[in-house]
Structure formats: structure tokens, C-alpha cells
Nanobody, 121 residues
Framework: QVQVVESGGGLVQPGGSLRLSCAAS????????MGWYRQAPGKERELVAE???????NYADSVKGRFSISTDSARGLWNLQMNNLKPEDTAVYYC???????????????WGKGTLVNVSS
């Protein structure tokens, strides 16, 4: 079993930056994919960024060039650096983790509880 906990959300002005962190505990050696999703009010949860221990990395088109995911998979840690934030980035951000088989079946095995990012002036 794996538990994931995210931190680092908050209020930021448009154009500002935030860094989200995720810490996994338990059987971290079994994690293949690490990622971030978000859910804005009235919208479905969407993938923001994900990466794997095989260095396959994907970003949502809306965040390419602004957000960057980094990992220390051996320690079960990964971060999301968010730059040039826009009001439309406002959402609850969820840390995610998946085993290898789940990843290729587009399934997330573990979710954090979420952290709110509010981009507003």
C-alpha cells in the first residue's frame, strides 16, 4: 500500500509561482508513475503532469512551458513547479501515483486529498 500527501497550495497573484510537493509513504518502490491532476469548480478532474521511472513525461497542453514536474522516486518525492500562473489554473490539485500496469491502463492507484491553488489578484 502507498499513501500520498501533497502540500504547498495557496493564494498567488496572476503571473506568480508556486511549488507543490508530494510525499509518498509505504511501498514506494512499487510506484511507476507519479503525477498531478487538478479539478476546477464545475469541471472534471484533469491530468496536469505525470512522469514515470522510465522518464516518460506528459503535460497538459494548457501548462506546457509553465509547469515542470520533478521527482526523487527513490525517496517517494515529487514536485510540481508552477510559473506564470493564470486565474484559469485555479483548482484543487491532487497528487497521484500508479503501478506500472495501472499506468498503461490509464488508472491511478493512489490519490492525495488535494491542495487548493487560488490564482487571483
Amino acid at each position: 500500500q502507498v499513501q500520498v500527501v501533497e502540500s504547498g497550495g495557496g493564494l498567488v497573484q496572476p503571473g506568480g509561482s508556486l511549488r507543490l510537493s508530494c510525499a509518498a509513504s509505504g511501498s514506494v518502490f512499487a510506484i511507476y508513475a507519479m503525477g498531478w491532476y487538478r479539478q476546477a469548480p464545475g469541471k472534471e478532474r484533469e491530468l496536469v503532469a505525470e512522469t514515470t521511472t522510465s522518464d516518460r513525461t506528459n503535460y497538459a497542453d494548457s501548462v506546457k512551458g509553465r509547469f515542470s514536474i520533478s521527482t526523487d522516486s527513490a525517496r517517494g518525492l515529487w514536485n510540481l513547479q508552477m510559473n506564470n500562473l493564470k486565474p484559469e489554473d485555479t483548482a484543487v490539485y491532487y497528487c497521484s501515483a500508479a503501478h506500472r500496469g495501472s499506468y498503461y491502463n490509464k488508472v491511478v492507484d493512489y490519490w492525495g486529498k488535494g491542495t487548493l491553488v487560488n490564482v487571483s489578484s
